[in-house]
T-cell receptor
Framework: RKEVEQDPGPFNVPEGATVAFNCTYSNSASQSFFWYRQDCRKEPKLLMS???SGNEDGRFTAQLNRASQYISLLIRDSKLSDSATYLC??????????????FGTGTRLTIIP | DGGITQSPKYLFRKEGQNVTLSCEQNLNHDAMYWYRQDPGQGLRLIYYSQIVNDFQKGDIAEGYSVSREKKESFPLTVTSAQKNPTAFYLC?????????????FGSGTRLTVV
């Protein structure tokens, strides 16, 4: 089983719609969780951290469910500029000071005009 | 402006050759990392360095070598022993080791074996 699993998509969503995707992780000791965004042939960029209580940043909401070992990302009122691949990132919490990032394969999102 | 510079952006290598990918940062970050990204796979850690003159193997270090002689530089050499070197290589840095936050990525080097 992969350490971090994501539905690769693609998710094709009309502009203005709400879209959500999940990511599951296998290591129950994982401590930190993030969503990164990666545009085609570019480097990943941090979208948001994911906190236990859930957190929101504008149109983006992230949730963590430790019992079921998944994190989610919700995008409301989607824009064309949201088209990208969204990477779920987890730190195992056991290797070299909780700093090793384990990346999912990414979920590809395309917003359709 | 501070940041991480990777060069070259595109690199072509003949089979059996060693090539070196450059990664330079002017952020005064202690920790630096090399990742590899293949289609359909997540980024995988090749090597990391928590401080100058020190580096450690990541998950897929075979066929690669690094050095960290200067704080701002962390070059990666892809040797002929690396069986499938064609990939997108990303360098990252952060202020210090021991925290999962604050990563800055370079814009990557796309290596193709011809």
């Amino acid at each position: 089983r992969k350490e971090v699993e994501q539905d690769p998509g693609p998710f094709n969503v009309p502009e203005g719609a709400t879209v959500a995707f999940n990511c599951t992780y296998s290591n129950s000791a994982s401590q930190s969780f993030f969503w990164y965004r990666q545009d085609c042939r570019k480097e990943p960029k941090l979208l948001m951290s994911v906190y236990s209580s859930g957190n929101e940043d504008g149109r983006f909401t992230a949730q963590l469910n430790r019992a079921s070992q998944y994190i989610s990302l919700l995008i409301r009122d989607s824009k064309l500029s949201d088209s990208a691949t969204y990477l779920c990132v987890v730190t195992p919490g056991s290797n070299f000071g909780n700093e090793k990032l384990t990346f999912g394969t990414g979920t590809r999102l395309t917003i359709i005009p | 402006d501070g940041g991480i510079t990777q060069s070259p952006k595109y690199l072509f290598r003949k089979e059996g050759q060693n090539v070196t990918l450059s990664c330079e940062q002017n952020l005064n970050h202690d920790a630096m990392y090399w990742y590899r990204q293949d289609p359909g796979q997540g980024l995988r850690l090749i090597y990391y360095s928590q401080i100058v003159n020190d580096f450690q193997k990541g998950d897929i270090a075979e066929g690669y070598s690094v050095s960290r002689e200067k704080k701002e530089s962390f070059p990666l050499t892809v040797t002929s022993a690396q069986k499938n070197p064609t990939a997108f290589y990303l360098c990252a840095s952060k202020v210090r080791a021991g925290t999962p936050r604050g990563y800055t990525f370079g814009s990557g080097t796309r290596l193709t074996v011809v």
